[in-house]
């Protein structure tokens, strides 16, 4: 597990919340910095949160997990989508500011990936998306899909979801991968849900699961991340 290097406080006008970096157990080879955020019932401390830190730092990657502005006022309803993005441009430019990254990723679990696909929609400046268990559209409403800026992304993108994701139909988001640009990496988790759990009779574990996660990550770091990175830096 990863120690929590630095607790920092950032400041978006009159709001503030707090980021967490997580440092990996060993840092060598290009700094990856991946700024994760949280989906809308969750926190930068939730379960899946941690477990997302300690499969991620455990392959080298430094990690910064953050609250939403709600949130850290203990609010449950979220803010709206202009101001979960706000939040996410200013964490990601306190990482900048402090780790100095190589290559610098952005994404995060439901609500907080799919914040973070809009400004990468947007051109925000990173050389990578990862989406966890992205949310393509509300439970029970497969008509309101949250796709229209999904082929505008011109980073490479790694977007994980359970096969039984209750907020992304897979034969919906195959549907909506004939749109996208060709560095937009599917990468389906067989039985596991929104939250990546999967079922004792599908054989394997959570814990499984992640190592999944983890392992696909490192590789799609290693690959199209770095190479979009080395383009960038000629």
């Known amino acids: 597990m990863a120690e929590a290097s630095a607790t920092w406080r ?23 910095v991946f700024v994760c955020a949280h989906g809308a019932g969750g926190n930068r401390d939730d379960r899946g949160m941690l477990a997302v830190r300690d499969a991620l730092t455990a392959r080298g990657l430094h990690l910064v997990r953050f609250n939403f502005f709600y949130k850290e006022k203990g609010s449950g309803r979220p ?43 947007d051109g925000f400046a990173c050389d990578g998306l990862l989406l966890l ?29 359970g096969t039984r994701d209750d907020l992304c139909r897979p034969d919906l988001m195959e549907a909506v991968l004939r749109r996208v640009q060709p560095t937009f990496t599917m990468h389906w988790l067989e039985g596991a849900d929104h939250s990546f759990h ?35 830096d000629r």
Request: hydrophobic residues 45%.
């Open 10 to 32: 950032v400041q978006v006008g009159d709001r503030e919340t707090t980021a967490v970096h997580d440092a990996p157990a060993a840092d060598s080879g290009p700094r990856v």
């Open 79 to 121: 803010d709206p989508m202009p101001l979960l993005q706000e939040c996410v441009a200013a964490v990601v430019a306190r990482a900048r500011e402090e780790l100095r990254p190589d290559l610098l990723i952005i994404g995060g679990r439901s609500m907080g990936g799919r914040a973070a696909s809009m400004l990468a929609a």
């Open 133 to 161: 268990a992205y949310p393509l559209h509300p439970a029970g409403q497969p008509e309101k899909l949250r796709d229209a800026h999904l082929p505008s992304i011109a980073v490479p993108v790694l977007c994980f979801n």
């Open 198 to 232: 999967v079922l004792k009779s599908s054989g394997r574990t959570d814990a499984q699961v992640l190592d999944e996660v983890g392992d696909a990550t490192r590789a799609w770091v290693a690959g199209p991340v770095g190479a979009a990175g080395a383009q960038r």
